[in-house]
């Protein structure tokens, strides 16, 4: 028996044969929208700002008379309402332009002045609008929940925008948007080792959606349907390539934006608690703590149940070598450690905090353990270590490609030369960081979020970044520390008690927070003021040291800081009471006989130290515009009580002048705090004086030239034959003058 399939084939002859001769009547407005339907979309237009115009009744400047203005406004609907009389004459009625003239008669044939302005209108009307038609917004459901997805021609705009509201909807499908990329989350199943990055199995990463796997993703989230034109059925397929691709490159999603992710309970940035795995709309954190399960955390703990989770921590950090000790209370070094664990804890709730510097003098004395501390507190797993590039644009794209990973805790680890470069100094500041994806013609922009560690031996940083960082120095006082013999494997104490160890942590920080954030008595830390309120104030508050008081050991050795001060001392002396150029000061210091090598006593033998300093060129020759090039960086910059002042250019050459600057700063200038570390209380020379000369103590007629950092008065003398301090710079290889 043969089946009645008639109207399968009318279909297929439809297709296939479409009527022509017949155009199908335009769909318009209609009676049934509503005026302001039509007047909104007549003002979205790409002229919509001059309909808006004539429909308020402002018709001045855009013509001649208000007779040609109602022409222009009937023109205009009659393409939106499609010729339809009455529409216009309705619109126009609630429009500004209307007036008693409309209706009057002012033609032979009995029309009234309106009803002729419509006809030439209409007239005059040579297209109209073609309202696209609408699907059906509510889309077929099979019987499993996943909706049906149909591929016609011409519907790619619906196809993709169905497609990502399937995505959105799948359980399960975890995609997501992030500096105008798709992402998804993935564990690292083995302990991974790049170029510039290496982090241990488990790691939660963050990584861009490839097509495939978007087209994986696409097909479970949803039955995608294709017409058979010889059996005229709907059949299922794959999700076709060109609607991921296309999905991709919108660049505007209604998928849930990405922030980070945590993998222990966490504080958000009004202070209430984020401890419920999975996506936190408030914040954009997916929250992911694996296997384990963390203990309740109380909202509201007392000062003195923080005090015992502080103690806490001293017990677990009682074996580190901290150069800071206070009988009375725990110091600095301490403090600092606390501080990265605690940040490791909060940091993606708020906007920015310091770099963290584990230092000591000799490698084994557990600058990387307290790093990793740190790390397997935060996430389970030692922290992620990466390396620095060897010039600043490799460095730029390693920084991009760690922070698009996610990684909550990054170490820059065994660092061997002054720490400094502009990315850090703004990573550390900015909320975002933006540059161009190697090997993609996109640019992304990426949340900064992250802990920041570093760790060296007798590590120094340099220009801006100094203004940036907290030190927490070690020094365990032998020869071999890596011998030394400890009662507790923090690599296995940390992950059995890591759940303990979060809720101390977290439980410190709910505590200050409830007891309304008091103010403590310290110094403002400029673009760290979140951190500061929070992590820093909160410790200061249960007793601990200020943790930004190692700050002034990290300034006073500052390479940019030295060169500088020895620079305005030198310049000062040689040249003073008037403005010098810079080649006028280095003609100053060959004039004559020329100076031996070790010529520094001299006025002019210092300033050549100093400009050789900051403005040697490979073969050790001062080169003015690279002098120049520092002052203009430099300029207003104090340190010692002097700066540089720019005078007036002579024959456009910059001319330069060293001034004093009092205790009270500068005159004139706001929130200028006097120097406090201009003079000793016990008072005797101060340790942060900038200057090579000193009185010798036992005959006040002999200058003695010394450190202008630490006071002392041994120095070597490198390939550049700039004389540098042993003890704030021990030499490698050179020889010791």
């Not at 906007?351 to 740190?374: E, I, N, Q, T, W």
Request: proline share 6%; with cysteine; net charge neutral.
């Amino acid at each position: 028996m043969i089946p009645d399939r008639q109207k399968a084939v009318d279909e297929l002859l439809r297709r296939c044969f479409p009527v022509r001769g017949r155009p199908e009547p335009a769909p318009t407005i209609g009676r049934s929208s509503t005026l302001s339907d039509l007047i909104a979309r007549a003002s979205r237009a790409r002229n919509g700002a001059r309909f808006a115009r004539l429909f308020a009744g402002t018709w001045e400047g855009d013509h001649a008379s208000q007779s040609e203005a109602d022409l222009a406004l009937c023109a205009s609907l009659a393409f939106w309402t499609g010729k339809d009389a009455d529409q216009i004459d309705s619109c126009f009625r609630q429009s500004g332009l209307f007036r008693p003239k409309w209706d009057e008669r002012h033609y032979g044939n009995g029309r009234t002045y309106g009803e002729e302005t419509i006809a030439k209108a209409i007239a005059g009307c040579t297209q109209v609008y073609r309202a696209r038609p609408r699907k059906d917004s509510v889309p077929q459901v099979h019987e499993d929940g996943l909706p049906e997805i149909r591929l016609e021609g011409g519907e790619l705009h619906d196809v993709v925008d169905a497609a990502e509201q399937a995505l959105l909807a799948a359980a399960g499908t975890e995609v997501f948007q992030r500096g105008g990329l798709l992402v998804r989350l993935s564990r690292a199943e083995n302990e991974s080792a790049r170029r510039c990055l290496r982090r241990s199995a488990g790691s939660l990463v963050i990584r861009p959606v490839e097509t495939p796997h978007l087209v994986e993703r696409l097909t479970a989230a949803a039955h995608w349907m294709k017409l058979n034109a010889k059996t005229v059925e709907w059949l299922e397929i794959d999700c076709p390539e060109r609607v991921a691709k296309t999905l991709e490159a919108r660049g505007n999603w209604i998928l849930k934006p990405l922030s980070g992710t945590i993998e222990a309970p966490t504080l958000r940035p009004d202070g209430s608690l984020l401890a419920t795995p999975g996506y936190d709309e408030a914040t954009g954190l997916f929250y992911d703590p694996g296997d384990l399960v963390f203990p309740e955390i109380k909202t509201s703990p007392t000062r003195d149940e923080a005090r015992e989770a502080l103690r806490v921590f001293e017990d677990l950090l009682v074996g580190f070598p901290f150069v800071d000790r206070d009988p009375d209370r725990p110091g600095s070094d301490f403090a600092v450690a606390v501080s990265a664990i605690l940040t490791g804890l909060v940091r993606k709730s708020i906007k920015s905090a310091p770099l963290h510097a584990f230092r000591a003098p000799k490698m084994g004395s557990g600058k990387s353990l307290l790093a990793d501390v740190v790390g397997m507190i935060a996430t389970g797993r030692p922290c992620a270590v990466m390396s620095l590039g060897e010039d600043a644009t490799e460095e730029r794209k390693r920084w991009l490609s760690v922070l698009m990973e996610g990684d909550p805790v990054v170490c820059i680890d065994n660092i061997e030369r002054p720490l400094g470069g502009s990315t850090l100094c703004s990573i550390l500041t900015q909320e975002s960081y933006k540059d161009r994806v190697l090997g993609m013609s996109r640019t992304v922009s990426v949340s900064t979020a992250v802990t920041l560690l570093c760790t060296g031996n007798n590590l120094v940083f340099d220009g801006d970044l100094t203004t940036r960082v907290i030190p927490c120095d070690l020094d365990p006082g032998v020869e071999r520390p890596e011998e030394r013999h400890f009662d507790v494997n923090l690599y296995q104490y940390v992950p059995e008690h890591r759940a303990e160890l979060v809720v101390a942590g977290l439980t410190i920080l709910r505590a200050y927070v409830a007891a309304g954030r008091p103010r403590q008595e310290i110094p403002t830390f400029g673009r760290f003021e979140e951190w500061s309120d929070l992590v820093r104030s909160a410790l200061v508050w249960l007793g601990t040291a200020d943790p930004c008081a190692g700050r002034s050991r990290i300034e006073e050795q500052d390479p940019t800081r030295q060169r500088l001060g020895q620079l305005l001392v030198a310049w000062r002396d040689t040249l003073p009471s008037r403005f010098f150029s810079v080649a006028e000061a280095i003609s100053f210091t060959e004039a004559g006989a020329p100076l031996e090598a070790d010529d520094t006593t001299g006025p002019a033998g210092r300033l050549r130290e100093a400009l050789i300093a900051v403005g040697a060129d490979r073969a050790g020759h001062i080169n003015p515009r690279y002098v120049g090039a520092f002052l203009s960086k430099h300029a207003k910059r104090i340190e010692g009580g002097l700066r540089f002042e720019r005078g007036t250019d002579r024959n456009k050459v910059a001319t330069w002048l060293v001034t004093a600057i009092g205790d009270q700063g500068v005159s004139g200038v706001s929130g200028v705090v006097p120097n406090a570390r201009g003079k000793d209380q016990g008072g005797g020379r101060s340790d942060s004086s900038v200057g090579w000369l000193e009185v010798h103590p036992g005959n006040p007629a002999d200058p003695q030239r010394a450190c202008f950092a630490c006071g002392g008065i041994d120095f070597w003398l490198n390939v550049s034959g700039v004389s540098i301090c042993r003890r704030c710079h021990p030499p490698v290889n050179e020889v010791s003058r």
